[in-house]
């Protein structure tokens, strides 16, 4: 049936058009209806089956009536259009402008043009059955009350769908924008817009779990009342606009998942609410806005909350659900968990508030105004992004991470057992931890402003891999009431004082912990004391130039102190470290500063009071510049007992040897002056042995007085009696004179207690001359014998000398330095020129060329006690000279020497201490000797020698102190008596001879001052006896040898004593 434009129906009290099975009714004109319950079309099934009707309006409906329709399907399977340029309106109560009751297979519904109700319970579009398909791309306009604009009422499971690309508008009570109550609603799409104008009006209502798309550009909004309400949940995706006037969704009876791209707003309430325990899921990238402070609030489902961009203005709660929050980017208002154990996930973005009712909160990154957490377990980590202002845990066991991030005010914890890691990131305003059982560790990194603080109950906290810089924002460390532990684990950490109330304090791995002036505390008022140990690579110092302390937290009570590893006291001479208790060193250190010279030289010192002081500890000494010097007295005391303390006698020792300027320093326990038994002195001396006091005499003995004798008993016989015998009187008793008290002895002279490397010192000025006196030796141990100088003219020989000497060198003053060892070397001369007289006078002028070496051991007065092993010693010569030998008639000679030489020194002393100096020395010699003649070809030669030189070394700084040398020149004179024969074995002339020297070595005052305080004296006067016997053979016309050995041993003054020989060839040009 198709009417035509401008044709028209117009009936009153009856349908316009009733169609019945497969039937099409199109009108391009008008129909008009009046009456209640009558359609302008209407479409109908067979009774024997279904066919399918098609509807389609392109002109103008009007009914006017209750339940009258504009379009009507009864049972028959329908479309319906109302086509662009159409128009329904229906005016009455319960009509509606397109109906479809029951649409066998569904039916489908579109208005591509425009809808308008009026009346109560009215509708634009209304599917009473399943399976329908209800779209509108034109325009639906309802008023009155519950007149909605799409409609969806299917009775049993089916699929309605809603879509709307046009716009809706609802105008009345209760009257929705779209309603779906099906048993299984279909999909509902908006891509237009949906608006409710009327009070309690809803945009969207849904009956049933509903699958909702808001396009983008689309708007479900209410004016009075809220954008949506799904009473059992379902799936909302929304890119447009959700708006009410009260709520924008309203969840309630189901579970719901809602991701949101564009805007969901409450306009004086919440933007998306729930109510009961269902899981509602929110993704948002867009805005959710509520209008009364609250933006979303949840109930008592799973409840998620996904802030993956956008901004959410208003409080988020989740409500007393199991509930999720993460944020990765966008901005929020506030959050508000609450439930058994929620979580929050921040990664980026920013709530610009904060999270409260918290129970596990991750932080990587983002940023957040502070977090509170309440459940009874909670958890927090954080290792990027920041927190504004505080983080706080209400009572409960919490469990807290800081590995990175920023938390821009304070930490706070509740009572409960509670565990803190902190390894990197930052805590402006301090960590304060309720009372319980609680666990602190900090980790390698991050930074904590503000004061540290633990409740009452048993703490232990780990501090480890710190520097003193990431500790220094720390500004107070308190364990609270409680026994409690405090770990150092390689920690670089100053101003102790900080660390209050803790009990027990290890101090491990490499850590480095700083005392201040006030010294650090160990116990609290209830515990009144505790301990601190050191360990073997871990080191406790004061450098602050005056004293501090280990004390306990109650006066009167005694700390601990175990220490395995370093004392430090260094820095100052003034650093004293007190410890109010008891001290036990297990092979630890304890290292001071010591100005080493006299007695009382400014020192640091440990100073035990009230405890006893045990084990073993050593004391490292560094010289603050002292120069050395002999202490007479008490010496330099390094450790002070104070209040009863006392001191066991190995307690303490020298961790190395001690030494300044001349001196060697060694530790004693106790002084000389009384109450200072207990004390540890630094002494170069050994203090002199007080006298004994005198015998008090014992008094004289009283004598016996005599008793009389016994008088004689009367006979009793009448025998006459014997006359009595005269009694004999007892002897009388005399007194002794008591015996006068000993006069008491002065105190004999301490004992100096020299370093080693002072006799090894004292022993280079004697052995450089000897080495020098070596080289020059005598015309015979360098030429032979005189005979064998017969050559004349321009170099007419060379000749060359080889000796070696086990000698025995000492002195007679001074630390009586003794050498023991090798001096020996090489000459080689040539004549240069040697001319003879007729008269029988030949003269000899020549130059040489040497090189000595001594080498051996040096023993002396050292460390308090005679001929103490000091060191060995090198001196190396190289040396150049010039001789004149005079040969005159019959043999008698006169040789002059003078020779220059440069020499290398290096002692080397038994601690380990090698060091190297250089001189020079000039010498000279006059010898001469006179033969005469004896029987069987032997003769007799008188000698005299002289001997000069000048022996200048360089200054030494071997470390300890500078060391100098007096340079003043010296003489050693020779008387000899040479006896020779001469016998000839064909071409070879054998001259053998016998020699005895008495040598005077007349010393100068040579002094070794060390740290240009303490001289030593270093001569070495001596008288010696040589006994010395050779032989000098002409090999050839042009070859000499010559060779000898001798012993030479000391007759008085300082010792000297070699054994050795000398070897010479000389050749003829």
Not at 42 to 68: K, M, R, W, Y
């Amino acid at each position: 049936m198709r009417i035509q434009p401008g044709a028209g129906i117009s009936v009153s009290s009856s349908n316009a058009v009733f169609v019945r099975d497969s039937s099409t009714v199109t009108n391009l004109g008008t129909l008009q209806v009046s009456g209640d319950t009558f359609d302008a079309i209407t479409s109908e099934g067979s009774p024997n089956g279904f066919g399918h009707n098609t509807l389609t309006n392109a002109g103008a409906i009007h009914t006017t009536g209750v339940e009258s329709e504009g379009t009507y399907n009864g049972s028959a399977s329908v479309t319906m259009v109302n086509a662009v340029g159409g128009a329904i309106t229906t005016s009455g109560a319960n009509s509606a402008a397109m109906l479809d009751v029951s649409a066998a297979g569904g039916g489908k519904l579109t208005n591509n043009g425009t809808l308008a109700t009026s009346g109560d319970d009215s509708y634009g579009m209304l599917a009473q059955t399943s399976g329908d398909a209800l779209a509108n791309t034109g325009s639906i306009t309802t008023t009155g009350s519950r007149a909605y604009g799409l409609y969806a009422n299917g009775g049993a499971p089916g699929n309605n769908t809603l879509t709307n690309h046009g716009s809706i508008d609802t105008y009345g009570v209760n009257a929705h924008g779209i309603v779906s109550v099906d048993a299984s609603p279909g999909l509902v799409t908006n891509t237009g817009s949906i608006a409710a104008h009327g009070a309690d009006a809803l945009g969207a209502f849904f009956g049933q779990k509903v699958t909702l798309v808001n396009a983008a550009g689309a708007r479900i909004t209410s004016d009075q009342s809220n954008a949506i309400d799904a009473n059992s949940g379902g799936s909302f995706t929304n890119a447009g606009t959700i708006s009410g006037g009260n709520e924008g969704i309203s969840i309630v009876g189901g579970n719901a998942d809602i991701v949101n791209s564009g805007v969901i707003s409450g306009g004086g309430n919440l933007a998306v609410s729930s109510t009961g325990p269902y899981a509602i899921t929110i993704t948002n990238t867009g805005t959710i806005s509520g209008g009364g402070g609250v933006a979303v609030w949840t109930d008592t489902g799973t409840n998620t909350f996904k802030m993956n961009g956008g901004t959410v203005t208003g409080l988020i709660r989740q409500g007393a659900g199991v509930n999720t929050f993460v944020m990765q980017a966008g901005q929020v208002d506030d959050i508000d968990q609450g439930g058994p154990q929620p979580r929050f996930t921040l990664s980026g973005g920013r709530v610009t508030g904060g999270l409260t009712n918290g129970g596990v909160a991750m932080i990587t990154g983002g940023r957040i105004g502070s977090v509170g957490l309440t459940a009874v377990q909670n958890t927090f980590a954080m290792s990027g992004g920041s927190i504004d202002a505080n983080l706080t845990a209400g009572s409960g066991d919490t469990s807290m991470t800081l590995s990175g991030g920023v938390i821009g005010g304070a930490v706070t914890l509740g009572n409960g057992t509670n565990a803190m890691t902190v390894s990197g990131g930052s805590i402006a305003q301090g960590l304060a931890v309720g009372d319980g059982q609680n666990t602190f560790k900090w980790l390698d990194g991050g930074v904590i402003g503000g004061a540290v603080t633990f409740g009452a109950g048993q703490a232990a906290a780990t501090l480890s891999n710190l520097s003193d810089a990431q500790l220094a924002s720390t500004s107070i460390f308190d364990a609270g009431a409680g026994r409690d532990t405090l770990t150092f684990d390689h920690v670089d950490a100053t101003g102790l004082s900080r660390f209050v109330n803790w009990e027990s304090v290890a101090v491990t791995n490499a850590s480095r912990l700083t005392l201040d002036a006030h010294g650090l505390t160990l116990g609290d008022s209830g515990t009144r004391t505790g301990t601190i140990d050191i360990d073997s690579t871990s080191s406790l110092a004061w450098n602050g130039a005056g004293t501090s302390a280990i004390m306990a937290a109650v006066a009167g009570a005694r700390v601990t102190m175990n220490n395995a590893g370093i004392i430090d006291l260094t820095g100052s001479t003034r650093n004293t470290l007190v410890v109010s208790g008891d001290y036990t060193g297990r092979a630890g250190q304890l290292l001071v500063d010591t100005v080493l010279g006299a007695d009382a030289s400014p020192s640091g010192k440990l100073v035990i009071a009230q405890g006893t002081a045990t084990g073993d500890t050593s004391i490292g000494v560094r010289n603050a510049g002292g120069a050395g010097a002999q202490t007479i007295a008490d010496g330099i005391m390094v450790v002070q007992t104070l209040q009863g303390a006392t001191t066991a006698a190995t307690a303490f020792s020298l961790a190395s040897p001690v030494k300044a300027g001349a001196y060697t320093y060694y530790l004693f326990r106790g002084g000389v002056t009384t109450g200072t038994g207990d004390n540890w002195y630094l002494r170069s001396s050994i203090p002199a042995v007080p006298p004994v006091p005198p015998v008090t005499p014992v008094p004289p003995v009283t004598p016996v007085t005599p008793v009389p004798p016994v008088a004689p008993s009367e006979p009793t016989t009448p025998v006459e009696p014997a006359a009595p015998t005269e009694p004999t009187p007892p002897p009388s008793i005399v007194p002794s004179v008591p015996t006068a008290p000993a006069e008491p002895q002065p105190p004999t002279t301490a004992t100096p207690l020299y370093r080693i490397e002072v006799p090894l010192y004292a022993a280079v000025p004697t052995l450089t001359r000897e080495l020098v006196i070596d080289q020059i030796g005598t015309f015979h141990d360098r030429h032979g014998d005189q005979s064998q100088l017969d050559e004349t003219g321009t170099l007419p020989a060379t000749w060359a000398r080889f000796w070696g000497n086990h000698a025995r060198v000492g002195s007679d003053t001074g630390v009586d330095a003794h050498f023991s060892g090798f001096t020996g070397g090489t000459q080689i001369g040539q004549d240069v020129y040697a001319d003879a007289t007729a008269s029988g006078n030949r003269n000899h002028y020549g130059l040489l060329l040497g090189a000595a070496r001594a080498s051996g051991d040096v023993t002396g007065f050292a460390l308090g006690m005679p001929s103490v092993q000091a060191g060995r010693v090198a001196v190396d010569s190289a040396s150049a000279g010039a001789y004149w030998t005079h040969i005159g008639p019959g043999g008698w000679y006169a040789d002059t020497i003078m020779t220059g030489s440069a020499l290398t020194i290096k002692p080397s002393s038994n601690d380990g201490l090698p060091v190297t100096t250089h001189g020079r020395s000039i010498a000279g010699s006059v010898e001469a000797g006179l033969p005469l003649a004896l029987l069987a070809g032997l003769s007799i030669e008188p000698q005299a020698q002289v001997i000069w030189q000048h022996v200048s070394i360089n200054d030494i700084n071997d470390g300890i102190s500078t060391v100098s040398f007096s340079n003043p020149s010296s003489f050693a004179a020779r008387l000899g008596l040479r006896v020779s024969g001469r016998w000839q074995a064909g071409r070879v002339a054998l001259q053998p001879y016998a020699r005895v020297n008495l040598w005077r070595y007349f010393d100068a005052s040579s002094n070794v001052v060390f740290g240009e305080t303490t001289t030593i004296p270093a001569q070495s006067s001596a008288t010696l006896a040589d006994f010395q016997t050779g032989v000098a053979i002409d090999v050839s016309a042009r070859g000499s040898l010559f060779a000898n050995v001798h012993y030479a041993m000391n007759v008085g003054g300082a010792t000297r004593a070699t054994i050795g020989g000398d070897a010479g060839v000389r050749w003829r040009w």
